[in-house]
């Protein structure tokens, strides 16, 4: 497969089986520093599943067994030294449904810098808070109601609410899983609107049922399919010269 | 739109007959349907009216049977001082050898006899064996009574109570008429029923020993049930591997909140009394024993309540970085509380109206004096309560009812204050 430009994250043959069943199967993918990389695929070919192995939020899951070598800048997240706490810092996450604590907006945001000691003071914190929050597009909806409840706000607002909490952290890697489902095509807009921004910034993976929203917001893109990756490439070759029947098939919307 | 919804069906297939909604059928499905709901909503309606009926008559039967033991009949005893010939020099009773120079006075002959000189032989029986108690205090009070003739209010016997509540025989009832004749009987509150502890005479005895005993019981009981419970919970809900040593530890638990609580007390009697060799009657070894009968309660809904925390806030403080422990103590905790303090109430409740267990470990013996630290002898309210149920002394009946209505207000506090806490910690988000 092509390898992009300087790979912030390189997985070799992984698999994963949750039990006795494998979700995937000898995928190995390189992902680039200013890229953003969609991964797409028909429900359940193991788009969300691999890229909870980049950050190993499938430890929590039982029975989750991870094989392979998944690196970031060279080094293995997966080796007995790496600290899964400060890498789940270093690669941050945004989840299908928005999940914002049931706390004040600005206690959303500011929680993450707090349990890693980022702010030296209070201002410093808040400071990070208004930057982490201008940077999610969502400071002049919320600037004036940041001691309201971050579940009060709308779908769309509470899913930035949870991308500025990712950022707040200052994540090398922002992981999206299908981060739009739940949201209305003005929200997504604005959602997609915000990928671009960040786009350079942070390495960015986005798994996406939409099709058109990997066209739009992906520089790459991944297609997965019954756990194993089909193709990966450029976005525009994939959706215009797709060299797998099966993404031929599933871009054409033959099935998914 | 409302064209076509009138228009005819002109394309239906010969097979589909379209369904009549009016035949007779249809109509007494219709009317079997509502008259199942009618039912329905009378029954639940029968047990609501039902179960408030059962609770008012019990609130109002010991409220009436109750309310007469918080109040007690007072005599005003004359008594001439200077013939009385009590041992004592009012010049001692000034500063710190009051009490000694009280001790020796024989001012308990003296009331005796000022009760015999003011209504006769017998005079003596209608005082309370403790009236010359407040003789007692009447003097230290103002020691310048002791100069002259003075009345001093007494509290009246066990019969002359009773009687004076109007409820008693037909000897007593003529007393209270004659003294009622002479304004020397009045009734008021029983101050010393909430100060005083467990006595042989109904006229003495309080509340304040028992309700002292239950406050270091529970207080004991929650410090070690809450936290091991809570601390449980928490560890077999979010560390714990599922395999098949948990699920043993999950039934043991389960089991061990339906086990009845007198086997709690014998475990307590075996294990606190015969191995550590704790003090007998002791509201730390009573707290202990309720202790272990509460735990499990407090480790169930504990555990339901952290089961209910969304996955999706575990989440996102996991994919901020936050580390498993952090995840508990800032996200999952303060989200299950409201829960975990809906089972602690429920347990502590449970732990409050319990007597058989702490019978096991000799919480039923007879306490005079409150217990001034967690290892003195005490006893607790439903003990109380079950002690004085045992008695023959009439004004015993008038007490356990008082003391039933004390456990109630008791308990109702209790929950009163866990129900605050709840409601605080729910409004938070």
Known sequence: MSIPNQSKISAQHVNVWYGAKQAIADVSLDFGQDHVTALIGPSGCGKSTFLRTLNRMNDTIAGAKVEGDITLDGENIYSPDMDVVQLRARVGMVFQKPNPFPKSIFENVAYGPRIHGLAANKPQLAEIVEKSLRRAGLWDEVKDRLTESGTALSGGQQQRLCIARAIAVDPEVILMDEPCSALDPIATAKIEELIHELKGRYAIVIVTHNMQQAARVSQRTAFFHLGTLVEYGATSDIFTNPRQERTKDYITGRYG | ?429
Request: hydrophobic share 50%; net charge positive; glycine share 8%.
């Open chain 2, 1 to 429: 739109m409302s064209d076509i919804a009138v228009a005819p069906p002109t394309s239906s297939t010969p097979d589909r007959v379209p369904t009549d909604w009016r035949t007779p059928e249809m109509q007494r499905r219709i009317r079997r349907r509502y008259g199942a709901e009618q039912r329905f909503r009378l029954l639940g309606l029968a047990a609501v009216i039902l179960s408030a009926g059962f609770l008012a008559v019990l609130l109002v039967t010991m409220v009436m049977n109750g309310a007469s033991g918080f109040l007690q009949t007072r005599i005003a005893l004359p008594i001439d001082f200077p013939s009385a010939g009590l041992m004592l020099d009012p010049a001692r009773l000034h500063g710190p050898g009051a009490d000694l120079a009280l001790a020796g006075a024989g001012i308990e002959r003296a009331t005796d006899a000022a009760a015999i000189t003011a209504f006769g032989k017998d005079g003596d029986k209608w005082l309370s064996d403790g009236a010359w108690l407040n003789v007692r205090e009447a003097v230290k009070r103002d020691p310048a009574i002791l100069r002259g003739r003075s009345i001093v209010w007494v509290p009246a016997a066990d019969t002359i109570d009773v009687a004076a509540k109007r409820q008693g025989d037909p000897a007593a009832e003529a007393i209270v008429t004659k003294l009622q004749a002479a304004g020397a009987i009045s009734t008021g509150f029983n101050l010393p029923f909430l100060t005083a502890s467990d006595s042989n005479d109904p006229t003495r005895a309080g509340i304040w020993g028992a309700f002292k005993g239950s406050l270091f019981t529970m207080l004991v009981t929650l410090l070690i049930a809450f936290p091991i419970g809570v601390l449980s919970a928490l560890y077999l809900e979010e560390y714990a591997p599922r395999n098949r040593w948990t699920d043993l530890i999950e039934v043991s638990i389960n089991n061990l909140a339906a086990v009845p609580s007198i086997i709690f007390g014998l475990l307590g009697l075996a294990v606190f009394l015969g191995t550590f060799g704790m003090p007998r009657s002791a509201s730390i070894v009573g707290g202990l024993t309720l202790a272990l009968m509460t735990m499990p309660v407090i480790v169930i809904a504990g555990r339901n309540a952290i089961k209910a925390v969304p996955p999706s806030i575990r989440d996102a403080a996991l994919g901020i970085g936050a580390s498993p422990i952090q995840v508990v103590f800032h996200h999952v905790l303060p989200l299950a509380l409201p829960g975990i303090l809906t089972g602690t109430i429920i347990g502590m409740a449970r732990a409050l109206g319990e007597t058989a267990p702490l019978l096991m470990i000799g919480m039923r013996a007879f306490i005079a004096s409150p217990p001034a630290r967690l290892t003195d002898p005490a006893t607790v309210l439903p003990v109380q309560i079950f002690l004085w149920s045992d008695q023959i002394d009439r004004g015993f009946v008038e007490k356990t009812s008082a003391a039933i209505i004390v456990l109630l207000v008791f308990l109702l506090a209790m929950n009163s204050f866990a129900i605050y806490l709840r409601n605080k910690f729910e409004t938070r988000w």
